[in-house]
């Protein structure tokens, strides 16, 4: 079981930067991919970015690629999202993401609201 805790999120203007923490509470947290995603008002919920255990392969979606980035310090069980050249369409609730395998259980947080002004 793992508790998680986003952070970070605010108002920024078009081209700025904010950046996301992500706090978890619980064991084994190095053993456990991490992510974020985010969802904006009427619509699904969109994959942004990936790490796994170790912290030394990520993955992103097309739209974040070059712009935001991925890390983690697993001596502070935390994740974080740099977001940088931040564009209106960014605008979301962003939620940070646990899961363990070989196990099928997946852990969201309670997300965080970022809002980008043009």
């Known amino acids: 079981q793992v508790q998680l805790v986003e952070s970070g999120g605010g108002l920024v203007q078009a081209g700025g930067s904010l950046r996301l923490s992500c706090a978890a509470s619980?064991?084994?947290?190095?053993?456990?991919?991490m992510g974020w995603f985010r969802q904006a008002p009427g619509k699904g919920r969109e994959f942004v970015a990936a790490i796994n255990g170790k912290g030394d392969s990520t993955d992103y979606a097309d739209s974040m690629k070059g712009r935001f980035t991925i890390s983690r310090d697993n001596a502070k069980n935390t994740v974080y999202l740099q977001m940088n050249s931040l564009k209106p369409e960014d605008t979301a609730v962003y939620y940070c993401?646990?899961?363990?395998?070989?196990?099928?259980?997946?852990?969201w947080g309670q997300g965080t609201q970022v809002t980008v002004s043009s």
């Open positions: 619980g064991r084994h947290f190095s053993s456990y991919v």
């Open positions: 993401y646990a899961k363990r395998p070989p196990y099928q259980d997946d852990y």
